[in-house]
């Protein structure tokens, strides 16, 4: 049973277009949730995260959206650069002492000049 | 800062031979993780330790699988006997506690 599902496995944009990747959550008891990038042979890093007390939040060109009733969240990155593509996995977090992350499959993000 | 390291970036052996992988977390950091990355999935919780002390293993498959964090700071995985089932890159990420992750390159296991 995946708890945090990414449904599309890629996704291809120009360079200075917007990319968005989604993200749907099944656990109610999640209430962090953060997006992770990776690079090929190299590991997670992390990017932005949103409380759920929030329902945006914004760095420089990632702006990370979260619906808590739809149980949803986006990321938006403007504009795509090319240095973008890699893979982008979406993690949530239960709330409380538990800070094991639950990961979905990871977007590939492929950014063309 | 040196990140979390950790070694061998990749290892190759046979069905049924034992394999050990080894992590060095950020200095400072209390709080180790393990996870194990399948082809095409997310990252899946295998273990985590606060300091010396195992908190979650509930993920990992003990008959198997085993692991310690001597002293509380590196931290090894070993795989006895090992299975082509368990092919996949081996991440160890550490953290203060409840804050975030910080992930090694992985290592990358294939079992022939």
């Known amino acids: 049973d995946q708890q945090v599902k990414q449904n599309s496995p890629s996704l291809s944009v120009q360079e200075g277009r917007i990319s968005i990747l989604n993200c749907d959550y099944t656990?109610?008891?999640?209430?962090?949730f953060l997006w992770y990038k990776k690079y090929p042979a190299e590991g997670p890093t992390f990017l932005i995260s949103?409380?759920?007390?929030?329902d945006k939040n914004e760095d420089g060109r990632f702006t990370v959206f979260l619906n808590k009733s739809a149980k949803h969240l986006s990321l938006h990155i403007v504009p795509s650069q090319p240095g973008d593509s890699a893979v982008y996995f979406c993690?949530?977090?239960?709330?409380?002492?538990?800070?094991?992350?639950?990961f979905g499959k990871g977007t590939l993000l492929t950014v063309n000049p | 800062e040196a990140g979390v390291v950790q070694s061998p970036r990749y290892k190759i052996i046979e069905k049924k031979q034992p394999v050990a992988f080894w992590c060095n977390p950020i200095?400072?950091?209390?709080?180790l993780y393990w996870y194990r990355q399948n082809l095409g999935q997310g990252p899946e919780l295998l273990i985590r330790?606060?300091?010396?002390?195992?908190?979650?293993d509930s993920q990992l498959p003990k008959d198997r699988f085993s692991a310690e964090r001597l002293k509380g700071v590196d931290s090894t995985l070993k795989i006895q006997p090992a299975e082509l089932g368990d092919s996949a890159v081996y991440l160890c990420?550490?953290?203060?506690?409840?804050?975030?992750?910080?992930f090694g390159s992985g290592t990358r296991l294939t079992v022939v």
């Open positions: 990420a550490s953290s203060l506690v409840g804050g975030k992750y910080t």
């Open positions: 993690a949530a977090r239960q709330g409380g002492s538990n800070y094991k992350l639950t």
């Open positions: 949103i409380s759920s007390i929030k």
């Open positions: 330790y606060e300091n010396e002390e195992a908190v979650d």
């Open positions: 656990n109610s008891m999640f209430d962090y």
């Open positions: 200095s400072g950091h209390n709080t």
